[in-house]
């Protein structure tokens, strides 16, 4: 199967719900399971979360998401054209973190990793940031498999 | 036992109602207040205080949340904080720093604090991040108070 769609929304931290739940309506189509479609919902959250708090730091920007299925696998961009990440190798050290005070744990990257396949971090000071996640979603018996409404309610 | 009707608390009007049946009670409760993403349970006798989040768990929702439960904390001043996360379905790493600002805090005034009812993909995220091994999870079928194995509404 091939698929593609594309989103743009305002740096709101009331917009991530509605950029999780776009994504996970759109893999549905490959009967996720619940684990699948919550980890892809919590990865999302997490790069698009980083662009409002420290791609944009709460000023306003625009955030771009584009997803592509191509076969059974998932390919999600998350865009900002915000501050940009001095140094990524650091950035993506479990716990590090440039904002404590702000009460981050500095998991987020740590949990892209761990709940997709692949994560790519192209980033350049200035000029803004691309996240690029990939994950494979397995072929199940259909009694495992999610309605698009259970997907979005889950 | 304790029950609530229809009625119960609207922290904007101030108006609400607790009924008891039987005589179990065992002190003062402050009752659940509800509206927005959390409601919460005071035990005045025991000095503890249960907080039951409603919704998910973003950085928009955990601003409010961490506004919410610091103004409890420093009220009551609790010896146990309990989070139930039984509504919560989703939570990213916002809630990680959002319940341990919330463990400093409790712990700063002499308080320990406590999660329960976590489900398999919030349980990932605090299993990740060594939340767990700070703040332990609890079974509340395990407790003696009936107020705590009581659920809300
Ligand atoms: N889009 C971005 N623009 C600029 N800097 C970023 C961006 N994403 C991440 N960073 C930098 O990378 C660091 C690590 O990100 P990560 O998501 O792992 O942790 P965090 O956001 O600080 O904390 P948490 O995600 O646990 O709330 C951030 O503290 C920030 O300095
Ligand atoms: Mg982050």
């Given at each position: 199967?091939?698929?593609?769609?594309?989103?743009?929304?305002?740096?709101?931290?009331?917009?991530?719900?509605?950029?999780?739940?776009?994504?996970?309506?759109?893999v549905?189509?490959?009967?996720?399971t619940?684990?699948?479609?919550?980890?892809?919902?919590?990865?999302?959250?997490?790069?698009?979360?980083?662009s409002?708090?420290?791609?944009?730091?709460?000023?306003?920007?625009?955030?771009?998401?584009?997803?592509?299925?191509?076969?059974?696998?998932?390919?999600?961009?998350?865009?900002?054209?915000?501050?940009?990440?001095?140094n990524?190798?650091?950035?993506?050290?479990?716990?590090?973190?440039s904002?404590?005070?702000?009460?981050r744990?500095?998991?987020?990257?740590?949990?892209?990793?761990?709940?997709?396949?692949?994560?790519?971090?192209?980033?350049?000071l200035?000029?803004?940031?691309?996240?690029?996640?990939?994950?494979?979603?397995?072929?199940l018996?259909?009694?495992?498999?999610?309605?698009?409404?259970?997907?979005?309610?889950? | 036992?304790?029950?609530?009707?229809?009625?119960?608390?609207?922290?904007?009007?101030?108006?609400?109602?607790?009924?008891?049946?039987g005589?179990?009670?065992?002190?003062?409760?402050?009752?659940?207040?509800?509206?927005?993403?959390m409601?919460?349970?005071?035990?005045?006798?025991?000095?503890?205080?249960?907080?039951?989040i409603?919704?998910?768990?973003?950085?928009?929702?955990?601003k409010e949340?961490?506004?919410?439960?610091?103004?409890?904390?420093?009220?009551?001043?609790?010896?146990?904080?309990?989070?139930?996360?039984?509504?919560?379905?989703?939570?990213?790493?916002?809630?990680?720093?959002?319940?341990?600002?919330?463990?400093?805090?409790?712990?700063?005034?002499?308080?320990?604090?406590?999660l329960?009812?976590?489900?398999?993909?919030v349980r990932k995220?605090?299993?990740?991040s060594?939340?767990?091994?700070?703040?332990?999870?609890?079974d509340?079928?395990?407790?003696?108070?009936?107020?705590?194995?009581?659920?809300?509404?």
């Amino acid at each position: 199967m091939e698929n593609e769609m594309k989103l743009e929304f305002i740096s709101k931290s009331n917009n991530e719900a509605f950029a999780r739940i776009a994504v996970a309506a759109f893999v549905s189509s490959l009967d996720p399971t619940i684990e699948e479609i919550s980890d892809i919902k919590t990865a999302v959250s997490e790069a698009v979360t980083n662009s409002i708090v420290h791609g944009y730091e709460n000023k306003k920007g625009i955030i771009h998401i584009k997803c592509k299925i191509i076969n059974r696998k998932i390919y999600i961009e998350i865009s900002d054209n915000g501050k940009g990440i001095e140094n990524v190798e650091l950035a993506k050290q479990p716990l590090y973190t440039s904002k404590p005070d702000l009460e981050r744990s500095g998991m987020g990257f740590t949990i892209m990793e761990s709940f997709m396949d692949k994560l790519t971090v192209e980033s350049i000071l200035g000029v803004g940031t691309k996240i690029i996640m990939e994950k494979e979603i397995k072929e199940l018996p259909k009694s495992e498999n999610l309605t698009l409404e259970e997907a979005l309610r889950g | 036992m304790l029950s609530l009707e229809n009625n119960v608390g609207d922290i904007e009007t101030g108006s609400f109602c607790l009924t008891f049946e039987g005589t179990k009670r065992t002190g003062p409760i402050v009752p659940i207040i509800t509206g927005g993403s959390m409601e919460y349970k005071y035990l005045e006798n025991q000095k503890i205080l249960i907080f039951k989040i409603t919704e998910e768990i973003d950085e928009f929702k955990a601003k409010e949340l961490r506004r919410k439960a610091d103004y409890e904390i420093e009220r009551f001043m609790p010896k146990r904080v309990i989070f139930d996360f039984n509504r919560v379905s989703f939570m990213d790493s916002s809630g990680i720093g959002m319940i341990i600002g919330r463990y400093k805090q409790t712990s700063m005034l002499g308080g320990k604090m406590e999660l329960t009812n976590l489900r398999p993909a919030v349980r990932k995220i605090f299993e990740m991040s060594g939340v767990l091994r700070l703040i332990p999870e609890i079974d509340l079928e395990q407790e003696e108070l009936p107020e705590l194995q009581q659920n809300f509404i």
